[in-house]
């Protein structure tokens, strides 16, 4: 639309200046023979005198015919140009139409190309379709008449089955009437009497049931622990800062009561982990004998008290939070959702408690639940679990809200944002947790409703605690006397080894036994070596240090005379005394000695000791001291294999998170790549369409220069015919 406007203003403007180009040439020659005129009137006037009264009327009539000519002539070439405007626009009006219709033409020939190739796939297919479906009605018509015959055999079958079960009922009926005086399965009341078969795989299934719930009720737990702590954070932040200002008294005992969360959510898991430890594969468990799940509930009811204890004080905090000066209006609506939320989730978990504890009077009072209304009650927990769901559904969705509200305020802080990601984190994990509970309970509510509770084979009554306690003892005791039948087989060497091994034995019995006295005989020489080793090693020890001794002593008496000859009598005693503390000192430092077995540490203190006393000594000693250094080794060894241990879980655990971030890191890079290609894609596309346009553009331009080209032609021509005219009129 806006090429087409600036074509027609073109189009006008060239027109415009074509009409006074005209006019201007037009006024030209019309000054020009009116100079002629008045020079030609100037010389021939006189004679023009007398000729005037004749031409006036001639020049008159020719004024009139050059201005009716002239008038027609613009008549002319406004209905040439409002012909030539119109012609152009009913031509720009036609091409956009032919434009429109070849698009739509286009499109629809993609439209019929597609439906023909749909409806050719589609046409084979069904063809296709046509010859399997034939080909599986020949085989059904052939199954068919199997069946009929079987069925032929089958009703003759069950006719002879029918007659001899009416005969075989007809004799049994016969011998229990004349044989049995008294039958109790017959009566609910006697037959409940009788002891129940235990069902090991409905306890199996249980089992499993129950370990699923558990691990639901940890996932739970750890959220509600994670909620109930960042609520504390939050509280002591926001909307006044308990770094900077004091909070308000409700905000501190609401904080206070947050703070106790743990006392009252951690024993909701460990009653759930007593049930589940409570049913085993050689236990009956129904309701009348689920006596943990009485625990269960009364955690249940401390936490429902916490909960009740609490919510007033988060109402009003809520409410005070209302009333802040940087809570806006969005905010104040979030905030009411939440005060109306909080309410609910209260409610649902008083349900809650109402139907577990419902589920626990059998245990503890059996008259205080009818057994018809076991199905009503799971059915009500069932929907309460989804009611939970729903509500954790909304708080994760208005705190949500709420924490991007809060973003926008003036005043927020990095580890407000913090906080807010951390609650919504944990309403979602408690979300997830909860529809997880929810779905698991309605799957299985069918296992709950008709097999919690059973009775002897044929019975309609329940199966008592009573009667489910002897049941088990039944059963231990059958089982003990299974595994008194079967007896160990005593080992046994197969026959053809056995004969093997008498030949082998009868042939080499004297050569064995002659290898083993030489054996024997070569052992205790060498036990006999080893201590005459051993015992030479210390004499040899213990001469090094006699000679060690003499040594010393005679040194010392060498530097006794020594120092006689030269020091004078008076010092003398000094001598003496120095000798004998030097002697005293050389008998008393100890004595390191090394040989194969270790090092020896020999401590003399006299000279007269008996050779034998200080052999056992210095055994002991050697001993003791290699026993204090191989413990001191096994330690070290200890200790070192114990870091090295530690340091390989360190490197497990560093491959680990090595592992963990090289798959991030090629998920990122595929992303990149898939990033790099779509790029690549949309800048092809964009060069494509650029250049189209460029082409377009050139197109346009060179159909331009052709109009102008062609306009300019035409005002030359209509110049030379007016420079014709001009002249013809100039002639005349």
Known sequence: MKDQSLRKLQQEMDSLTFRNQQLAKRVELLQDELALSEARGKKNKKSAESSSQLSQEQKSVFNEDLQKKIEENERLHILFFEADEQHKRLE?????????????????????????????????????????????????????????????????????????????????????????????????QYNALNVPLHNRRYQLKLRDLAGQALAFVQELVTALLNFHTYTEQKVQIFPIDSATDTISPLNQKFSQYLHENASYVRPLEEGMLHLFESITEDTVTVLETAVKLKAFSEHLASYLSFLRKI??????????????????????????????????????????????????????????????????????????????????????????????????????????????????????????????????????????????????????????????????????????????????????????????NRRVLLSSTESREGLAQQVQQSLEKIAKLEQEKEHWMLEAQLAKIKL?????????????????????????????????????????????????????????????????????DLIKNHYMARIAELTSNLQLADSKSVHFHAECRALAKRL?????????????????????????????????????????????????????????????????????????????
């Open 92 to 188: 720009a009006e036609l091409r956009t139409r032919l434009e429109v219709l070849e698009t739509d033409a286009a499109q629809h020939q993609a439209v019929v190309d597609s439906l023909t190739r749909k409806y050719t796939d589609t046409i084979e297919k069904l063809q296709n379709d046509k010859a399997k479906l034939e080909i599986k009605s020949q085989t059904l018509e052939r199954e068919a008449k199997d069946c009929r015959l079987r069925t032929e055999e089958c009703q003759q079958q069950l006719k002879n089955l029918q007659a001899a079960l009416g005969s075989r009922l007809e004799e049994s009926l016969c011998i229990i009437n004349e044989k049995v005086p008294f039958n109790d399965t017959r009566s609910n």
């Open 311 to 500: 919510l007033p004080y988060q109402l009003k905090s809520l409410e005070e939070e209302c009333e802040s000066s940087l809570c806006t209006a969005a905010l104040r609506a979030r905030n009411m959702e939440l005060h109306r939320d909080m309410k609910r989730l209260t409610a649902v978990f008083e349900k809650l408690h109402t139907y577990v504890s419902l589920l626990a009077l059998p245990s503890t009072k059996p008259e205080g639940l009818l057994r018809t209304n076991y199905n009503l009650v799971f059915t009500n927990i069932a929907a309460s679990l989804h009611g939970f769901h729903d509500v954790l559904k909304d708080i994760s969705k208005h705190y949500s809200q709420k924490a991007t509200l809060e973003q926008d305020v003036p005043t927020v802080t990095q580890k407000l944002i913090t906080t807010n990601d951390c609650i919504l984190s944990s309403v979602v994990a408690l979300t997830n947790g909860a529809g997880k509970i929810a779905s698991f309970f309605s799957n299985n509510l069918d296992h709950f409703t008709t097999s919690l509770s059973y009775g002897p084979k044929g019975g309609t009554e329940f199966i008592s605690p009573l009667s489910a306690e002897c049941m088990l003892q039944y059963k231990k005791k059958a089982v003990a006397y299974m595994k008194s039948l079967k007896k160990p087989c005593a080992d046994s060497v197969p026959y053809e080894e056995a004969l093997a």
């Open 548 to 616: 060690e001794k003499e040594n010393q002593k005679l040194k010392n008496s060498l530097s006794g005379h020594l120092t006689e000859t030269i020091q004078e009598r008076s010092v003398l005693p000094n001598v003496a005394e120095q000798k004998k503390e030097t002697t005293e000192k050389s008998l008393r430092e100890p004595i390191k000695s090394t040989s194969l077995v270790g090092m020896l540490t020999i401590t003399t203190d006299n000279e007269k000791a008996p050779d034998v006393e200080s052999r056992e």
């Open 656 to 732: 680990s998170l090595a592992e963990k971030s090289k798959e991030s890191l090629t998920e990122e890079l595929k992303l990149a790549s898939q990033n790099i290609s779509r790029l690549q894609d949309e800048l092809m596309t964009t060069k494509r369409s650029y250049e189209d346009q460029l082409s377009m553009m050139s197109d346009h331009l060179c159909s331009m220069n052709e109009t102008l080209t062609k306009q300019r032609e035409e005002i030359d021509t209509l110049k030379m015919t007016s420079k014709g005219n001009s002249k013809k009129n100039k002639n005349r």
